[in-house]
């Protein structure tokens, strides 16, 4: 069974630019150790961190707060829907093996 690592952070508002490079390094390295990358979904880290999953050939899962996919970013391979908000971050944290 592949390792679930969780990447959390701030969405695009309140991430700085040093948060979205970390995020997409982050997603690189995840998806060499052969780990399915969990995040967020929406903008910001959960983006970039995403974005650098998928481009180094990785599997990604979003736990995304409302209920349209469309809202969810482009980089996901299973956008899951909550309707939970900030409550889906509870999915977030107990599915993950290792959290960063």
Do not use: H, W
């Amino acid at each position: 069974m592949k390792k679930i690592i969780g990447v959390m952070g701030p969405g695009e508002k309140q991430a700085t630019q040093e948060d979205i490079e970390c995020a997409f390094e982050v997603g690189k390295m995840v998806a060499k150790t052969d780990s399915v990358l969990l995040c967020g979904g929406m903008s910001g880290t959960m983006e970039a961190s995403a974005k650098g999953a998928k481009e180094a050939g990785g599997l990604t899962v979003g736990i995304g707060p409302t209920k349209d996919k469309n809202d969810m970013n482009q980089y996901l391979d299973i956008p899951l829907l909550t309707s939970m908000y900030a409550g889906r971050n509870f999915m977030n944290v107990i599915s993950s093996d290792i959290l960063i």
